[in-house]
């Protein structure tokens, strides 16, 4: 298949030799570290020649190997072809009937794991609370019928704004009991991003609760969602709320209704409905490079297949295993990861509700030591942060149960990657380091624990059914050690089916720049072992303590403020969060910059799209220094936001002195 596309527009290139230059400047670290003897003989799959064995296959033979993996999930029906590809459009495991919620729970409930814990919880405050699977489906049952009685039917979207509980959950599983599609949105949006998002998606139901705990603080969800829907333009009819603070919090007469008070109502018996292997599961909004989140969307076959296939090759998780994924439930990870994954695999789930220094830095190896975890899953940004904490908090605890370690959302620094190793995982956990994204609904590119060689900073080659290439503007791939964009070639099982509403924009963002082929918005290189090395977004994409967050977002909220003229938002390294959030902002006639409005600035940003979202420098400027065409110059504000100084060719500048007017003009 050639490749005709025509090329791209330099700034993307440009932008993307940036990152690159950037990630040179990090430590090298040249040591390879085999998982040791002892691992790989107890693990799935012990050596590379298995790991290259079945990836070959998955390739080559995709219908055998998928088809007989796929054989491990509980079939209402079997299906009969295993996979109908139009690009875009992908349908796998086609005239399968399956439940997600029966596959997680119902057929867990025959054997020893009825009384196994599905989930243990632990609050901020200190609560704890274990759910057998038999408990867990015992109250997804109820719950279900608690959609029922609320006209909940197949198809209809349900919005979850919870914290993390394991009510969020008991929702999500009840939802898909009866084939309605959750959007999950995570608790540290704002009022109006739950209204986008509502708006978009045609949910007539919102299920949130009083308030969680962050950090010893309560945040208002109950009062964010009563924001949301106070301009009357969306179509929500219901609210089933679920005490968690017992703090104050209105109750609309007609529209809201408590969760406990509605379970009196129901008995604990409902059938999983019949679903068809292409049904929509769920929604999840994610940022893209337009200011408007793009609600991806996941289906139940494919999706259920690969968060348990990962679960079993990628985490190699056994019936005597702790496992802990500190997502929260709002993002992708927390979906495939916390929830359906380990859940469909019959494994117990750890979910914790507050922050990891919350009342000490400690909180995270407290919990490890208590509950004997043996598989932990985070983030870079976390990693760096206990790392700054200082190693103390560790020593105080006993982390010997840990027995792997995983980690996603951003490229892990060497030095992260080393002390995780060494401090952590006590030098003889192998480390996962797992590259994938909300679209592909599950790890594409990541170690197998008991075969792959890791290097720090690499997630190292494709999983199966994952046909992934760096490739240049041409569709050509790229040498050894060169950069390029990563594409996959292939349609695998969990890949997302649309975006909510726009089948134009799933097209033009996804499937346009080569023509068939998968663009993920990454830059990567591949070493000389054929090695991945992600370097990250070369679109208007920014990563901020792992969080996708679009630029153009941020620019919207900031135009939206009375006395922004105009905004350009873009990311500058940051130690700490990968990315830090710049933008630089020229004012209306007659409005006087200050320190004071640049805080506001900043304050405004967090109430429009969320805390999530809160810059970390607004600069002031006369004007933005644009192309003769009018675009903005993004990679000499890169430049500019990095204290670099300004190389490159600037002739097209519209008006040169805003260079040094730009460069001048810090908050300080
Ligand atoms: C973007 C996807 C996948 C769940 C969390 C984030 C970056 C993710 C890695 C990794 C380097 C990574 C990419 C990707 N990313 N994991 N292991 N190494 N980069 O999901 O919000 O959809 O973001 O996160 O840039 O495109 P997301």
New binding site residues.
Partial sequence: MSKKKAAKPAPKKAAAKKVAAKSQTMMTENRVFKPSAEFSKKARIGSMAEYRRMHEESLKHPEKFFGREAKELTWQKPFTKVLEWKCPNAKWFLGGKLNVSENCLDRHLVGVNKTKAALIWEGEPGEKRVLTYQQLHREVCRFANVLKRNKVKKGDRVMIYLPMIPEAAIAMLACTRIGAVHSVVFGGFSAESIKDRVLDCGAKIIITSDGGYRRGAVVPLKKNVDDALKSGETAVETVIVYRRTGQDVHIEEGRDVWWHRELEYVDAHCAAAVLDSESPLFILY?SGSTGKPKGILHSTAGYLLHAQMTCKYVFDLRDDDVYWCTADVG???GHTYMIYGPLSLGATSLMYEGAPNWPENDRFWRIIEEYAVTVFYTAPTAIRAFMKWGDEWLKKHDLSSLRLLG??????NPEAWMWYHTQVGGGKCPIV???????TGGHMITPIPGATPTKPGT?TLPFFGVDAAIVDDLGQEVGKDEQGKLVIRKPWPPMLRGIWGDKKRYQETYWSEFDGWYF???GARKDKDGYFW?I??IDDVL?VA???LGTAEVESALVSHPSVAEAAVVGRPDEMKGQGVVCFVTVKEGIATSRDLADELKKHVRKVIGPVATPDEVRFAAALPKTRSGKIMRRLLKQIAAGEVIKGDTTTLEDLSVIAQLAASGED
């Fill in positions: 994610t993002w992708v990870t980690t996603v959302g951003e490229p892990i380091d797992t590259w994938w994204q909300t679209e997630a993920a918005g990454d992600i990250g977004r990563n792992g969080h996708r």
